[in-house]
T-cell receptor
Framework: AQSVAQPEDQVNVAEGNPLTVKCTYS??????LFWYVQYPNRGLQFLLK??????LVKGSYGFEAEFNKSQTSFHLKKPSALVSDSALYFC????????????FGKGNQVVVIP | GAGVSQSPSNKVTEKGKDVELRCDPI?????LYWYRQSLGQGLEFLIY????????KSGLPSDRFSAERTGGSVSTLTIQRTQQEDSAVYLC?????????????FGPGTRLTVL
């Protein structure tokens, strides 16, 4: 079954420092991977996705993610974090049967410290 | 353009009452999903609609939950005889197609509190 894991509960980073949010996946076949961000009292916003092709995917708000097949990882990165990046981040994988729904990780709270 | 909208944004109800949650997907999107976000459970899939096909109800937690989608657009999630464990944020998402590469766009959610 397709699933993702986000091993950390909370990520604290100082403003201006690089931000990394970790995600590992478990799939049978080719993975379709997504990152979403959720700001307080808001719905999820799509950041980026990996379908095929270049392992480095660029997305919204300066975020990027690197697909690593050998490590089965899809870590989200931002070179220089902003206070406004403080939010809840979800990694997700497409379930490749039936309804093609998204299976989400538990989410990571990111706190950017001024 | 308009995104996915949901109403109400907040709903407080008493245990045992029925509630209806509404979702307006992005115009032209054929696929519609309902998810539930609760503390300790993360995001869980509830139900899926694709065009005029029969819905996939495999994620509904009990027969107290039902949903419909009228005219391939607006969807309503109904919870009968609400229980305290139904308290959660209910999120609706739509996508242009049900294809694997098609990203889902989420509404702001309805926060349901069952007293």
């Amino acid at each position: 079954a397709q699933s993702v894991a986000q091993p950390e509960d909370q990520v604290n980073v100082a403003e201006g420092n690089p931000l990394t949010v970790k995600c590992t996946y478990s799939v049978s076949g080719n993975p379709y991977l997504f990152w979403y961000v959720q700001y307080p009292n808001r719905g999820l916003q799509f950041l980026l996705k990996y379908i095929t092709g270049d392992n480095l995917v660029k997305g919204s708000y300066g975020f990027e993610a690197e697909f690593n097949k050998s490590q089965t990882s899809f870590h989200l990165k931002k070179p220089s974090a902003l206070v406004s990046d403080s939010a809840l981040y979800f990694c997700a994988v497409r379930v490749l049967y039936g309804n093609n729904r998204l299976a989400f990780g538990k989410g990571n709270q990111v706190v950017v410290i001024p | 353009g308009a995104g996915v909208s949901q109403s109400p944004s907040n709903k407080v109800t008493e245990k045992g009452k029925d509630v209806e949650l509404r979702c307006d997907p992005i115009s032209g999107h054929t696929a519609l999903y309902w998810y539930r976000q609760s503390l300790g459970q993360g995001l869980e899939f509830l139900i899926y609609f694709q065009g005029n096909s029969a819905p996939d109800k495999s994620g509904l937690p009990s027969d107290r939950f039902s949903a419909e989608r009228t005219g391939g657009s607006v969807s309503t999630l109904t919870i009968q005889r609400t229980q305290q464990e139904d308290s959660a944020v209910y999120l609706c998402a739509s996508s242009l197609t049900s294809g694997r590469a098609s990203e889902q766009f989420f509404g702001p959610g309805t926060r349901l509190t069952v007293l």
